[in-house]
């Protein structure tokens, strides 16, 4: 599925790749209409149909990630609702073995996340899950989210990752359509970000719903780097 000879590598995005998507799923379907519809005075349906016609014309740009503009927009401090349900911020199960091996390997991995920092920092305070990686990117700090080009650009001239030796794991299709767009060399899906709902399907990547099955090859793929 992968050529584990070939990567020197590894970038990681967060939600629903690292950690479980059930937690996020949760909060904007759920946990953020609730307390929208209580501040507000209107019903749990209107909030829950306002807030995601709003989700829906900004998606896939820096303020659909962005907590400082969904506080401005609602109201709300962001943060402080996250605080409330953050007992559901969890690593995926088959997470840590993965990101043990991958380190063990002598392989660069990497974090790039769309997450807004103040999201990353909540959630490296509940798992520790920067203990696994060798650097950590929000892509607030390039301005542009991993659905644009420029977003790959900025990051490898910072990191200066080779694209024929460097892997890319992600669970959003538009994000691995352009990643592939940027020549990443290889890439790989995951298709079941959100334990508490089906897998995905994806035609045009190799997939996974556990990481354990990588595991036999990165270990016997170690490099010197």
């Keep these: 599925m992968l050529d584990w000879s070939k990567i020197s590598t590894v970038l990681l995005d967060m939600d629903g790749t690292i950690l479980d998507l059930h937690f996020d799923n949760h909060f904007w379907l759920h946990h953020l209409p609730q307390r929208y519809s209580e501040l507000h005075g209107v019903s749990l349906a209107e909030a829950k149909a306002s807030l995601m016609t709003h989700y829906q014309k900004v998606a896939g740009t820096i303020d659909w990630y962005c907590l400082d503009y969904w506080a401005e927009q ?36 990497v974090l790039v996340t769309n997450a807004h920092p103040d999201s990353l920092s909540l959630k490296i305070e509940r798992t520790s899950l920067d203990k696994y990686f060798d650097t950590l ?84 793929s170690k490099r010197n780097n």
């Design 74 to 109: 609602t109201q709300l401090s962001i943060t402080d609702l996250k605080r409330e349900i953050q007992h559901l911020i969890q690593l995926r199960t088959d997470a840590h073995d993965f990101l043990v091996a991958l380190k063990s390997s002598g392989r660069d991995v």
């Design 137 to 220: 990117y929000s892509t607030h700090e390039f301005g542009v989210t991993k659905e644009s080009q420029v977003l790959w650009q900025r990051l490898q001239e910072k990191h200066g990752f080779a694209l024929k030796s460097t892997l890319f794991v992600d669970d959003s299709l538009v994000i691995l359509d352009s990643a592939k767009t940027y020549g990443i060399g290889q890439l790989l899906a995951v298709a079941n970000p959100d334990s508490k709902k089906a897998s995905n399907v994806f035609h045009d990547y190799p997939s996974i719903t556990d990481y354990s099955v990588l595991l036999t090859e990165i270990k016997n």
